[in-house]
């Protein structure tokens, strides 16, 4: 799963609109759009903020990691 999609995950998660989460970040709803088409990426100042606004870790929401079981499954797949 690609940043944006992640974004457009959590966002519909927290109930929110494109226009919500841009007012939130105090940017366009249009830039929520690009970053949710994967058109562009946040800055990390913005990254941060969603991380913060979709209660979770800055790995969850950049790299789609969820666990550090599953971080552990992968290391050891990647070592076969």
Wanted: net charge negative; charged share 35%.
């Amino acid at each position: 799963m690609s940043l944006g999609e992640r974004i457009y995950k959590l966002r519909t998660e927290k109930n929110l609109s494109q226009g919500d989460l841009a007012d939130r970040l105090e940017v366009s709803r249009q830039s929520v759009s690009k970053w949710e088409n994967n058109n562009a990426v946040p800055d990390l100042d913005k990254i941060i903020a969603l991380s913060e606004i979709f209660e979770v870790s800055l790995d969850v929401l950049v790299k789609g990691k969820t666990t550090e079981v599953e971080n552990a499954d992968d290391i050891l797949q990647n070592r076969k």
